[in-house]
RNA sequence: GCCCGAGUGGCGGAAUGGCAGACGCGGUGGACUCAAAAUCCACUGAUGGCAACAUCGUGGGGGUUCAAGUCCCCCCUCGGGCACCA
């Protein structure tokens, strides 16, 4: 008996696909742009866990070109960033060399899986060719505003010596090295990305995305209702701004608290608190993250100067403290002990006040703990008696007659800290002159490259390694032409990834970041598969700069992605398959035991691909018999004319396979090729072969999970073009009917016999042979009630 | 603390409210073989029974229903996200 020879038969047809590819360009078929990812190449091979995605989108892109589709499903590299400027300084070697020998190794990995990737259309975010274009979007975000310097205390990490985004320290911690982060005053480049809120909130309703992400995105924006209030001070002409999402609750704020960072806070302090509201604002500024969000208890220091009430007119001490953030709504609070934990929390530890103005049942009761619930207000003057909603309105519109405050919403989303002080990014195109201010490297300069450094080592003092080449900084400024220097910062990883997407149908364009034609004819992607790790991170920067191409007419589309696919995660040994500490397990070791087809349909049988899951290295020997099964099947040189039973088989398979690739349920189609193998051999048992047909439909069906093997199936069936030249199967409905069915027989819900009927048999004679068959366990009963649900039970209900 | 998910054999997992455990891994026994590999056949949730079969069984407790892994309520455990956002 012959064992299937993977090796010469998926090396056969990788050469002959290679000679004559499956797909030809004709744009009279309907588009359909299938996205990965595209990996950071900053190690040298890929791992398992990176192929799952790879597979799957591989996987629906041939299915895609079976069912008649143009598909569009290209690869590159985002290779600028943190991850490859470590991997190469452990290394020793320029990033730059390190980065294209990654490269090399990843591309080989990903022909040895005979993905479709058409290297014509492959991209390198640190090609210049391409960051020119990183460049021109700076520039005219520039130009529009929405790129700004600023100093700032932003989340610095000690570690990677960087600054980090919001969206790059979540919980305090550095998104990359997991280290605690602190806060550093530094000038930055800022993206106003708080700009597009709105719309990054309100277009989410449009995607065809998992839930899961679409509420991070929507819980990272943070939208709220509410009221900003002015707060007259004593003593002082001042106002303190405050946000309110409770407008309702004034009559009960009894005090104020100010951020650390908060400018008033210097100004306001009276002169007896003036040291040890000095200290404390000190103390925060230097405390990591972490530990001020660890704090079990909180702090805070009285300035000495009270605000006032504008509804009851009473004094408010006025506290500094660090509970309060400084970069949220205004970073000052009006306090509400009685309905807010934090300040209940705040004025228990400190004996300020508490003043109840809702009220549950209209009455005032003593307090242990805030009130958050709904109720009527009390102790609120005019306002007493009205419900919560009603009040919130009222009280906003009071202050709003007064002219000392007005309703408004307010997101969490900040800006997006946009430069980092790192060697291998793409560097900023702006020049510092003294005169003129920031000034946009013009148009016909980029793009500005990235020069060639002695030591690309990040500096401990926030500067970028690039501050230290006099001749490439140093240059005329583009306005005046006197002596300016050049931005040093360079950009984030995020830079290239937020508009690749748009490059790849038109990767060779040198006039624009791609032809309006080619954007049409492409954009945006239909399918994007990617882990959840970019939930609110590359998928919210591709959201806003999408957006802002749209707005300067460059693109015709707001979303830049119609519907996402989050692969899960796969585990080995319990933990995450990472290639930095060499935990896992490589294609390289998997491919020569078991060939190229067995890994694919291994990787989408392992679990349902949305499910994280863990790797099982017996698991592949399932898939990998299964192959060597049905290859014995087909072998088996008898070929027999259709009949009735053989072809109904067909449309089943056709019928479950097409059903479960459409839900995205690749685990069970990989089960039902068993499943339909298994039943196929059967048959061909009983009928002394297979029909041509079955085997044909098999091929086609199996081409897009097993592409060899359905090749060289097809090519014994005596056809000469490639089986992905085919159309993919369709079912006939009527077809996939029996002439029986068995029925399951119940007496009140429970299993008590089978039953086979002809499937064109009425209800009545089928309760009357069920009963009959049951009859010695039906004896004595009285039947009340008899269920019957066409193909599948028999229920009676009995009583006795 | 808040917000999402998810809990099914020894393992990965399957199941439009309708026969729980498809398919695969692993295991046991057998066939073939000098032997092994490969392959094929049978069994493989638990308990009781020689057996036919019976009882129990989808994290726990209630409920709806002729019928619940699936729907509703409460609880437990695990995973993920956010975390003083006023």
């Not at 499903?73 to 985002?78: A, L, V």
């Not at 949220?328 to 209940?344: K, L, N, Q, S």
């Not at 004025?347 to 003043?355: C, D, E, S, W």
């Amino acid at each position: 008996m012959q064992r299937y020879d993977f090796k010469s038969i998926e090396k056969k047809w990788r050469k002959n696909w290679k000679d004559s590819p499956i797909q030809q360009n004709t744009s009279s078929k309907p588009k359909y742009y299938c996205l990965d990812m595209f990996p950071y190449p900053s190690g040298t091979s890929l791992h398992v866990g990176h192929w799952r995605g790879y597979v799957l989108s591989d996987v629906l892109s041939r299915h895609k070109v079976l069912q008649g589709h143009h598909v569009l499903h290209p690869m590159g590299w985002d290779a600028f960033g943190l991850a490859a400027e470590t991997n190469a300084i452990k290394k020793a070697i320029h990033p730059a060399i390190s980065t294209e020998e990654n490269v090399a190794s990843m591309k080989r990995q990903l022909n040895e899986m005979s993905t479709i990737y058409d290297w014509d259309f492959e991209i390198n975010t640190t090609d210049p060719a391409y960051y020119k274009w990183t460049q021109w979007i700076f520039a005219r975000m520039f130009e529009h505003g929405l790129a700004y310097e600023q100093e700032m205390p932003l989340n610095w990490c000690p570690n990677c010596k960087v600054v980090l985004a919001n969206e790059e320290a979540v919980g305090g911690v550095c998104e990359r090295c997991k280290q605690p982060s602190t806060k550093k005053n530094l000038r930055q480049w800022m993206l106003r990305i708080t700009k597009y809120a709105e719309r990054l909130l309100q277009d989410l309703n449009q995607l065809n995305w998992p839930e899961k992400v679409k509420k991070m995105q929507t819980d990272w924006i943070g939208k709220s209702h509410g009221a900003e209030i002015d707060f007259a001070v004593a003593g002082s002409n001042a106002k303190i701004k405050a946000f309110t999402t409770r407008p309702d609750t004034l009559c009960g704020a009894t005090f104020m608290v100010l951020a650390p960072e908060h400018p008033l806070v210097a100004q306001l302090t009276a002169a007896p608190q003036q040291a040890q509201v000095e200290a404390y604002v000190k103390r925060s500024a230097t405390r990591s993250n972490v530990d001020r969000m660890q704090d079990k208890e909180k702090t805070g220091v009285f300035i000495g100067t009270n605000a006032t009430n504008p509804l009851t007119g009473q004094d408010m001490p006025i506290w500094v403290a660090d509970y309060v953030l400084a970069d949220y709504g205004t970073g000052a609070i009006m306090c509400v002990p009685a309905h807010d934990e934090r300040d209940f929390e705040f004025a228990t530890k400190f004996g300020l006040p508490i003043v109840q103005v809702i009220s549950a049942d209209g009455k005032q009761s003593p307090l242990d703990e805030a009130f958050i619930g709904d109720g009527v207000l009390i102790n609120s003057d005019k306002f007493n008696g009205m419900a919560v909603a009603e009040a919130q309105a009222a009280v906003a519109a009071h202050l709003e007659a007064q002219g000392i405050g007005k309703t408004t919403v307010n997101y969490k989303l900040r800006d997006w800290v946009f430069s980092r002080q790192r060697y291998w990014g793409e560097p900023i195109p702006i020049i510092h002159c003294e005169s003129c201010g920031p000034v946009v490297v013009p148009d016909k300069d980029l793009p500005v490259m990235l020069p060639d450094v002695e030591s690309y080592m990040p500096t401990d003092t926030g500067d970028s390694p690039l501050a230290a080449m006099a001749d490439w900084v140093n240059v005329p400024c583009p306005k005046c032409g006197q002596a300016a220097q050049r931005e040093t910062n360079t950009m984030p990883q995020w830079a290239g990834s937020s508009w690749y997407f748009l490059r790849y149908p038109d990767v060779n364009n040198d006039n624009a970041l791609a032809s309006p034609d080619a954007l049409k004819n492409w954009l945006p992607v239909d399918y994007y598969v990617g882990g959840i790790e970019h939930a609110v991170l590359h998928l919210l920067y591709a959201r806003f700069y999408t957006k802002f191409l749209y707005d300067i007419g460059v693109v015709t589309f707001e979303e830049p992605f119609s519907t996402l696919f989050n692969i899960g995660m796969i585990n080995y040994n319990g933990r995450k398959m990472s290639k930095g500490e060499g935990h896992g397990v490589s294609p390289d070791d998997v491919l020569p035991r078991y060939g190229c087809d067995a890994l694919r349909l291994y990787e989408m049988f392992i679990s349902p691909p949305e499910m994280d899951c863990e790797w099982d290295d017996s698991g592949i020997e399932g898939v990998s018999r299964f192959l060597n099964k049905l290859w014995r099947m087909v072998e088996a040189p008898h070929i027999i004319a259709t009949n009735p039973e053989l072809t109904r088989q067909k449309h089943l398979m056709i019928h479950d396979i097409s059903q479960r690739l459409d839900n995205m349920s690749l685990n069970t189609v990989v089960s039902g090729f068993m499943t339909h193998v298994n039943a196929m051999q059967d048959l061909a048992k009983t009928h002394g072969g297979l029909p041509a047909d079955n085997l044909e439909a098999l091929a086609i069906l199996l081409a897009p999970f097993a592409p060899h093997m359905a090749e060289e199936i097809w090519e014994r069936l005596g056809h000469k073009e490639s089986v992905f030249l085919q159309t993919w199967p369709k079912y006939d409905a009527a077809m996939l009917k029996s002439d029986t069915v068995e029925l399951a027989l119940q007496i009140n819900g429970k299993l008590r016999g089978n039953i086979e009927v002809p499937a064109d048999m009425g209800k009545d004679d089928i309760i009357a042979a069920a009963r009959e068959q049951l009859a010695d366990k039906l004896d004595g009963m009285e039947i009340v009630k008899s269920i019957y649900v066409p193909g599948r039970i028999v229920n009676f209900v009995v009583k006795g």
